[in-house]
């Protein structure tokens, strides 16, 4: 499962970033996709996670409505719209893909089906 991620960077708080992850037509169609985030000594914790129907299965609690997940089938790519961001979104953002539907309600880093690419930067700050 190889997944293609862009679209970090700095932003001031209240601001907004999209990032983009690109994914095989296979993966993107048949496999929940989502977004996790990390921030150096704290666990990776899963932001938003869709299926294949744009179901929303998993909702990170610090969302609070700041963030939205869509899917453009044309180009196979899932995007994460943040706005209103904070401080507190700074961190490293990994696309992810998760297979077994079940586990697409978990929010868990342990069954995403994806080796972890390199993540996209997210700095908020004034």
């Known amino acids: 499962v190889h997944l293609v991620e862009s679209g970090g960077g700095l932003a001031q708080p209240g601001e907004s970033l999209r990032l983009s992850c690109v994914a095989s037509?296979?993966?993107?169609?048949?496999?929940?996709m989502g977004w996790f985030r990390q921030v150096p000594g704290k666990e990776r914790e899963g932001v938003l996670i869709?299926?294949?129907?744009?179901?929303?299965?998993y909702i990170g609690d610090f969302v609070k409505g700041r963030f939205t997940l869509s899917r453009d089938n044309a180009k196979n790519t899932l995007y994460l719209e943040m706005n209103s961001l904070k401080p507190e979104d700074s961190a490293m953002y990994y696309c992810?893909?998760?297979?077994?539907?079940?586990?697409?309600?978990?929010?868990?880093?342990?069954?995403?089906?994806?080796?972890w690419g390199q993540g996209t930067r997210v700095t908020v700050s004034s």
């Open positions: 869709n299926t294949p129907e744009s179901t929303m299965t």
């Open positions: 992810a893909a998760v297979k077994d539907r079940f586990d697409c309600y978990s929010g868990s880093p342990a069954v995403v089906a994806n080796s």
């Open positions: 037509k296979d993966i993107y169609s048949t496999y929940c």
